[in-house]
């Protein structure tokens, strides 16, 4: 990494950054706190780390969080794995997240849109009423604090509701989206046992219908621990034998009754990919995630009731469970369920300037998708509102960044951001008050001491080392679902330095006190000591337009040498022939590392992904290892198993 300061990309102007909730918050944490009233956000950063308990509470207060018992203090016990937050206290995560409906019922708290791209309000009164009779009929069934409740649902507002109402009632909600598979499903919701479920008879997706009614049939028939299965008709079946119908249960006018639970009680179960072995079944708090996500969505995406807050996601990936919380900051939230790109790669755009998207976030691929596809919305779409971009799932490239900064605006704040499932919430990203720098991510979060170690354990600035969290976040897992003493847990995060978090990304923490994400380490490519993120080969490789996707693995060999591969999905039309192969090289070579040319570049039918299309790096190197494909991978986890044989077939080659 270079340490010379650059020009920033974008710098907030003086009246935004005088706006934003971050500096009203640090203004009155000064006067009430101790905060730092100078130095803007890197001194409030080092406060909320260095008075980690004074911080939190200060947060509390802010957001006026209704603590029903009152707490014996913010951080019980600060050991990580095991962080005690808030003993004593009792609240409720839905009850938060319907408060704007006493100030503002007839406002939209959701705007459903389809493949149609028509908007569809639910207003705040009616999300309240709904919540309340789904809640009540819960209870009728039986449900009980702690009992899981699942939903086999796409990004739809029953799904919002159903989220809620398990919460109202001290339910711990998980779902997947209906384009996951039977066995993917069972793997999920098997460990955890739910007592109901919520089904769709299908979906739309790219112009067509997808019935999923033998799916249904099989998740009930392999999950005996059910009570009882609610039907939602999206394509306007009748509810199989011994369901039930959504609108009976969602008719009557019932306020809701917040069970007050711990702040430690689970809220809902996230998956990690599960790229080996069953996925990790992670369990967050009510209060942790109420919490964690007022700080996030409201200090740091700077979201209020004026807003309109629209991210591109499923409900089987932990962004659609941080969308949702957008309605504790009494935000309008834009639920899509469609493909990325249907009619056309611009889809999402079109998304935005209907809805009036304030806040935009996508995925990084889609953002380069659209420059490959030459897209360009402020052209073609009113995107007057929007203030803020933001990119996650992987790091968006610097070709990205200015991409966004031309296309859609100068004027453009670009949050790229990056946490994870396991936190569900952001390590990193974004600060309204703060510059942009190209392919950087601005700064650390509030209250998360994130450093960059070498292998020693020591910390380390614009050099590249390991992303760790010094100290507990509030979202932090509670617990895994079946791991009574607790070692899946730990061996996932506290292995390799004790008592500190590790996550398995390579970052920079650089000078300026931004950051950049290189990719995974467990994947890294690590040629004669120089270790580079497969990242940095992406964005380079697949600026040229013959290449589609690409995916590099790093393998050490029993000699002692290290083989790295490159592999090549072409565009259409795209041959592999000297030329091209040339350019690869050469381009690698000449914007990365002499050392980081691929020994060999191979075209393959196209790249596997986890169901949440994260590139399976980790379980290709299994592979071309020599272990066994029901080994090296978890089949229910991938989007294309078939692709799998490709790799599994070159390993016995090479064998």
């Known amino acids: 990494m270079t340490t010379v300061n650059p020009e920033p990309l974008w710098r907030p102007d003086p009246q935004r950054i005088a706006k934003a909730q971050v500096t009203r918050f640090q203004a009155w944490a000064a006067e009430h706190h101790g905060a730092p009233a100078d130095g803007g956000y890197p001194a409030l950063h080092r406060w909320s780390v260095d008075e980690l308990e004074t911080f939190w509470k200060a947060v509390t207060q802010w957001f006026d969080v209704r603590f029903s018992t009152p707490y014996a203090r913010v951080l019980g016990d600060r050991s990580m794995p095991g962080a005690a937050w808030f003993p004593g206290a009792t609240l409720n995560y839905a009850e938060h997240a319907l408060r704007a409906a006493a100030t503002r019922p007839d406002e939209p708290a959701l705007l459903y849109v389809d493949e149609s791209h028509e908007p569809r309000p639910v207003t705040w009164s009616e999300l309240r009423r709904q919540v309340g009779a789904l809640a009540a009929e819960l209870r009728a069934l039986g449900v009980r604090p702690g009992d899981r409740v699942s939903g086999y649902l796409p990004n739809i507002p029953q799904a919002v509701v159903a989220l809620l109402a398990t919460a109202a009632v001290g339910g ?265 720098y190209t392919g950087e991510l601005q700064a650390p979060s509030l209250g998360t001491d994130l450093q960059s170690w070498d292998p020693n354990g020591h910390p380390v600035v614009d050099e590249v080392g390991e992303l760790v969290v010094t100290n507990p976040m509030p979202s932090m897992p509670v617990h895994f679902w079946n791991d009574p003493d607790g070692s899946r847990y730990h061996d996932s995060y506290f292995d390799t330095y004790p008592g500190v978090w590790r996550h398995g990304d390579w970052i920079t923490v650089t000078s300026r006190g931004s950051v950049v994400i290189h990719g995974r380490s467990d994947s890294t490519l690590n040629r004669q000591g120089v270790r580079m993120g497969s990242a940095d080969i992406y964005e380079v490789v697949e600026r040229l337009p013959e290449i589609k996707e690409s995916l590099v693995i790093g393998i050490e060999q029993p000699d002692g040498g290290y083989w790295m591969p490159l592999f090549v999905q072409l565009a259409p039309g795209a041959v592999l022939d000297d030329a091209l192969l040339g350019r690869i090289k050469r381009a690698i070579r000449e914007q990365l590392s002499p050392r980081h040319v691929p020994d060999e570049v191979i075209e393959v039918p196209g790249v596997p992904h986890t169901l949440t299309g994260k590139r399976i790096e980790v379980p290709v190197k299994r592979l071309l290892q020599g272990t066994p494909l029901e080994k090296a991978v978890n089949p229910g986890s991938i989007d294309n198993l078939e692709l799998l044989h490709f790799y599994e077939e070159l390993a016995r080659k090479k064998a």
Request: charged content about 20%; overall charge negative; aromatic content about 10%.
């Open 172 to 436: 711990v909600w998980t779902s997947c989206a209906p384009d996951f598979g039977a066995r993917s499903v069972l793997d999920r919701f098997q460990q955890v046992e739910p007592v109901v479920l919520f089904t769709v008879d299908g979906y739309r997706y790219g112009g067509r219908e997808h019935d999923r009614r033998g799916v249904v049939a099989e998740l009930r028939r392999e999950l005996p621990t059910l009570r009882a299965v609610v039907h939602i008709p999206l394509l306007g079946t009748g509810a199989p034998e011994g369901a039930l119908e959504w609108s009976a249960l969602t008719a009557a006018d019932e306020a809701p009754v917040f069970e007050q639970v711990p702040f430690a009680h689970p809220l809902w179960v996230l998956y990690s990919s599960g790229t080996t072995g069953l996925p990790k079944a992670i369990v967050q708090s009510q209060g942790g995630i109420l919490v964690e996500h007022l700080k996030q969505l409201g200090l740091h995406c700077d979201l209020g009731p004026e807003d309109r807050f629209f991210w591109y996601t499923s409900t089987g990936w932990m962004m659609w469970n941080f969308l949702v919380s957008g309605l504790l900051t009494g935000t309008t939230v834009v639920l899509y369920d469609g493909s990325p790109g249907h009619p056309d790669t611009g889809a999402q755009w079109r998304i935005a300037e209907r809805t009036g998207a304030t806040l935009y976030g996508t995925s990084a691929a889609y953002v380069m998708a659209c420059r490959k596809a030459e897209v360009h919305p402020a052209r073609d779409f009113d995107l007057s509102r929007i203030q803020c971009v933001a990119t996650t799932g992987s790091p968006l490239p610097p070709d990205g960044f200015r991409w966004l900064h031309d296309e859609v605006r100068e004027d453009l704040w670009i949050a790229s951001v990056s946490g994870g499932t396991d936190v569900c919430s952001c390590f990193a990203g974004a600060v309204p008050t703060l510059p942009v």
